[in-house]
């Protein structure tokens, strides 16, 4: 389905009597007391069957290849007593041993997530899979001849895998370095299976972040926008307004992505299963480069659709100009953010247990309350060695800046005093390496 196909649909979309967000957002609404935390091996078997573009057979299930993998074995395995062993070590406890033996297995989780959150997370960053290049697989290194066959036995239980484009990528700055990171990971497969928990988490609180800073600039798209962290030993000493404000700036965007995306799933034709998903800046560029007939009826059709959403949502009608397609994307926009901002209502409860979901569940790990010095964004030290390795990527080591500037690619930046305590970290780490005293002339090696 077409950009045109869907605008031309808004004019009549029918305006349901509940908010919803189906597309885009990796969490909703804290619904009680409990974190949950997405199950990490269904995400990555649901990233993994998308880059590789592999997928298991229909009918395919742990219980067969396990009966077919034991078969095979047993004409190897002379003592019953040691068969025994073997099946446990890698097949008891879920197959929790089988998935250690290499990242493949873990197309036996694809499809298996229990909960809404882990579906969320595996749909939107696998989304941003879709439109690049498969990821060719590479064998784990120093399998045993069990480990071996147990890999090639597996080979007959998968198919090639043909995903539709169903949603378009919102961040495409962001999609192109985290398709690059996961095709680092998969070079060293023992690595991944060690980080999986850490890259899934980094991920899903980036892509979080940058989406919300940049749904108010749908005018053009996306890029890296500044977001300050600090290392979790450095002090937040007031005169660092970049960190000091970051955490509170973001929470401040955050708040407009319920409701925005909310409006924008109108625009995507939400009762029709085969439509395409588009960004809102992919709706704003593509009306304002189409001749000015064509423009003029998805220009009026929107205007209606304006109509029909505030009378529905108990608004007065817009008062303000709708003479330009900018116009009316501003009066959507607008709407939606007063829509879940009027006191006392379902809508704003809902947003409110929105934002808390993102700071409990997708920042928690990214946020440090310093009392005095107030909360801040920080990274951790294995979250900094894990993007330092996907930042120098598959060289052996990068120039200083250049790492900063990779940092930034990914949505990470930090001021110049976090700079010089990242490069005592690295002295620390023992991965700088000082071609001279020049600071054009500091090399970060990966620890992989």
């Known amino acids: 389905m077409s950009l045109k196909e869907n605008l031309q649909a808004a004019a009549s979309v029918e305006i349901k009597d509940r908010n919803f967000v189906n597309h885009f957002l990796t969490f909703r609404q804290q619904r009680g007391e409990k974190i949950s935390d997405p199950d990490v091996m269904a995400v990555a078997g649901e990233l993994l069957s998308i880059a590789w573009r592999k997928v298991l057979k229909k009918g395919a299930s742990l219980d067969k290849y396990t009966e077919a993998s034991m078969t095979r074995l047993s004409k190897k395995i002379a003592d019953e007593d040691f068969e025994n062993i073997v099946k446990h070590m890698y097949f008891g406890d879920d197959a929790k041993g089988l998935l250690q033996v290499s990242p493949d297995f873990m197309l036996f989780k694809a499809g298996s997530a229990s909960s809404g959150n882990t579906r969320h997370v595996g749909a939107v960053l696998g989304n941003m899979l879709l439109s690049r290049p498969e990821v060719t697989p590479v064998s784990s290194e120093n399998l045993n001849f069990l480990e071996a066959d147990l890999l090639d036995e597996?080979?007959?239980?998968?198919?090639?895998?043909?995903?539709?484009?169903?949603?378009?990528d919102y961040l495409p700055f962001m999609g192109a370095v985290f398709a690059a990171d996961l095709s680092l990971l998969c070079r060293y497969p023992g690595y991944m299976m060690q980080n999986l928990k850490a890259f899934v988490g980094?991920?899903?609180?980036?892509?979080?972040?940058?989406?919300?800073?940049?749904?108010?600039?749908?005018?053009?798209?996306?890029?890296?926008?500044?977001?300050?962290?600090?290392?979790?030993?450095?002090?937040?000493?007031?005169?660092?307004?970049?960190?000091?404000?970051?955490?509170?700036?973001?929470?401040?965007?955050?708040?407009?992505?319920?409701?925005?995306?909310?409006?924008?799933?109108?625009?995507?034709?939400?009762?029709?299963?085969?439509?395409?998903?588009y960004p809102l800046w992919k709706h704003y560029q593509y009306l304002e480069g189409l001749p000015e007939e064509e423009k003029h009826e998805l220009h009026r059709g929107l205007k209606c659709f304006l109509e029909s959403y505030r009378a529905t949502r108990g608004r007065e009608p817009w008062s303000g100009e709708l003479s330009t397609p900018e116009d009316v994307f501003k009066a959507i926009v607008s709407s939606a953010k007063e829509i879940f901002n009027q006191p006392r209502s379902s809508q704003l409860t809902v947003n409110r247990k929105v934002v808390a979901s993102f700071e409990t569940e997708v920042a928690r790990h990214f946020i440090q309350n310093r009392k005095r010095g107030g909360r801040v964004l920080i990274m951790n030290q294995d979250y900094l060695l894990l993007l330092t390795n996907l930042a120098v990527g598959a060289k052996e080591k990068l120039q200083y800046q250049q790492l900063i500037e990779e940092f930034k690619r990914r949505g990470v930046w930090f001021d110049q005093q976090s700079q010089q305590a990242l490069i005592e970290f690295y002295e620390r780490v023992g991965n700088l390496e000082r071609m001279s005293d020049s600071g054009d002339a500091v090399y970060v090696r990966k620890t992989i």
């Open 154 to 168: 597996f080979q007959s239980f998968v198919r090639e895998l043909s995903p539709p484009d169903a949603t378009e």
């Open 202 to 277: 980094l991920y899903n609180f980036l892509y979080s972040a940058q989406l919300a800073m940049n749904l108010r600039s749908w005018r053009t798209e996306p890029t890296s926008k500044p977001l300050y962290f600090i290392m979790d030993t450095e002090r937040a000493s007031s005169e660092r307004t970049y960190v000091r404000e970051a955490l509170s700036t973001l929470v401040d965007y955050v708040e407009d992505l319920f409701p925005v995306l909310s409006a924008l799933e109108y625009l995507n034709q939400p009762d029709n299963k085969e439509a395409t998903r």
